[in-house]
């Protein structure tokens, strides 16, 4: 797995970059700015167009990171790529209900489900 | 238990606005409040705090940020006021309304209504009172 600096990780999975993000709390505005820019320097970059957000480690998470996983996911469309969240804790997944931000990210419970889903 | 009350001033500033919440949210802890009652209150804070310190007072570095609270085991009261012209919260367009779903901000407000029991504008929306219940 290869470090791609202090909040994500990166590995492959087949075809599909499986992207994990290792901050327990997505909350700070300075922190989600530098987020956003490395994830989508990575999908600017990668060969891949089917990526996967593992969230297993995120306990917390705010409305501007919110804005950013939707940028993000734009940003993949662009490229004519798809993106899958996974592993998103209770609380953290209500967020996304609330917000209704459940309908237009496609969800699912483990990163194998996330991933075979891109097949 | 007392009601424990403070209040900060600090300029707009997020490093310094993430230490004002972490005092609260440990006084918080301290009281006895749910582990989702706490995930709640640290929503509302982060989004009040970065509301006031981007909208409110556009990250100008001259500007305060004013934080009370009033903490107890049955409630907690959390008041963020800025120096900013202030904003009327119904203009807020609704972030969940289809149009609106993809756009990438628009959604703190609509997240503290959805996490506090109670939540108030000043009438010059540059201030807002967030309520909590220990239930």
Do not use: W
């Not at chain 1, 901050?23 to 891949?48: C, F, P, W």
């Not at chain 2, 900060?8 to 918080?28: G, M, N, P």
């Not at chain 2, 310190?53 to 085991?73: L, T």
């Amino acid at each position: 797995m290869q470090e791609q600096g202090p909040r994500l990780k990166a590995s492959e999975q087949g075809d599909v970059m499986v992207i994990e993000l290792t901050d327990q709390k997505i909350l700070d505005e300075i922190n989600i700015t530098q987020l956003g820019e490395q994830l989508q320097a990575m999908v600017q970059q990668a060969s891949h167009s089917k990526f996967v957000m593992d969230f297993s480690s995120v306990a917390h998470m705010s409305s501007s990171a919110l804005g950013m996983l939707i940028t993000l996911q734009k940003k993949i469309r662009e490229k004519g790529g798809q993106l899958r969240l996974c592993n998103i804790q209770p609380t953290i997944h209500e967020v996304f209900v609330i917000t209704r931000l459940n309908e237009i990210f496609n969800i699912h419970p483990s990163r194998k489900e996330a991933v075979e889903s891109l097949a | 238990m007392s009601t424990l009350e403070s209040t900060a001033v600090i300029f707009s500033d997020l490093k310094a606005a993430r230490e004002v919440e972490e005092k609260v949210l440990c006084e918080v802890a301290a009281c006895g409040y749910s582990e989702a009652s706490c995930f709640a209150i640290k929503l509302a804070i982060e989004e009040s705090l970065n509301n006031a310190i981007r909208h409110g007072n556009g990250y100008d570095s001259n500007k305060r940020v004013r934080v009370g609270c009033q903490i107890d085991p049955q409630r907690v009261c959390i008041i963020v006021a800025d120096e900013g012209d202030g904003f009327d919260p119904a203009s807020v367009p609704d972030p969940t309304a289809n149009e609106n779903l993809e756009k990438p901000h628009g959604r703190g407000i609509m997240l503290m209504q959805a996490y506090m029991d109670e939540v108030h504008f000043n009438k010059k929306g540059n201030e807002v009172r967030l309520i909590k219940r220990n239930n």
